[in-house]
């Protein structure tokens, strides 16, 4: 191992876009984008330096897994045989474990890759057993940046025995700027006309795949997130505001546009690429200015919106979800974009 957890790394391409990450959790602590003026801003949430990002919420930019999301009571079954993950979140298994991808060293290396400007190679091996998961598992993470303002993660993995695997980024978004107000007055798209409820016990699924159509949920077309998160609605209270799974429209497998984040003040715009059947939506209602965040501000309920492709919540125990289990013989992959435009 030659990187340490603080080691820090930015890319950068030739419109003075930047995007910053830790070794430790490869976490994204901040990705500077200028607007249709050219005037910059940090439009991922978080806190002022990496020392604090070091010891601060878990999850802030991080990648997550092996799981990412819930797997109910931390239970799933491969092959007849059942497994039992640590429970870090409640009675359910939440992004991996106490000990997850987000808590971990990467190693991390420049690469140089004819689509990007600029590019690094993140690699993790987790143990056999790891948070209670079988088989020892190999990931490797790209992060790219390219001239047209794309960040690109790259994800691929392999595993020695019949396992689960759902990774995903876990930076918020604020485009207006980090430390600005909330999103309430952002706009998003999304290409999903289904989405998996929430059941009564935070952030778990019932099983259920649900129209949007007719409940705050329908991202179909342009919408102001405040309008959701502010509604009188059984969905929306058990989320506080947005953390729910869409289900993205199209087949699996394919890179396309998933979703469509603007802010109509600063006029940023950045668009969701990704070949995952789904996109959980997460507005960060568990922040109650506790903390100090960019600019010295306090990072608030709704600062920033996290857009994770992934599979489903709970995948592994819901037959009609998507497949969760990689097997030796097969090669996890996953992209996604975030592009801004
Ligand atoms: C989940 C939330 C959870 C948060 C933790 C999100 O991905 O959907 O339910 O509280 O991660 O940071």
Redesign the pocket.
Known sequence: MTTKASDVFTLKNKNNMEVTFMAHGGRVISIKVPDAKGNMADVVIGYQTPAEALKG????GAL?GRY???VVKGKFTIDDTEYQLDCN?GDNH??GGFDGFNTRVWEVEPLELLQYEQAYKLSLVSPDGDQKYPGEVSVTVIYGITNDNQFAIEYSARTTKPTIINP?S?AYFNLKGAGTGTIENHELQLNAANYTPIAEE??TVDGSIVPVRGTPMDFTKAKKLGVTCNADDHQVKL?SGL???FVIDGEEGVLKLAATLSDPDSGRKMEVYTDQPGI?I?T???FDSSETGKLGAPIQKWEGV?M?TQIF?DSPNHEHFPNAILRPDETYKHTCVYKFV
Do not use: I, K, V
Not at 57 to 60: H, I, L, N, Q, R
């Open positions: 919420d878990a999850y802030f997550c990412a999301n819930r979140n939440l992004h995903t876990h935070l952030g989320g953390d729910h799974n959980q997460y960060g209602g568990h996290a994770e919540p």
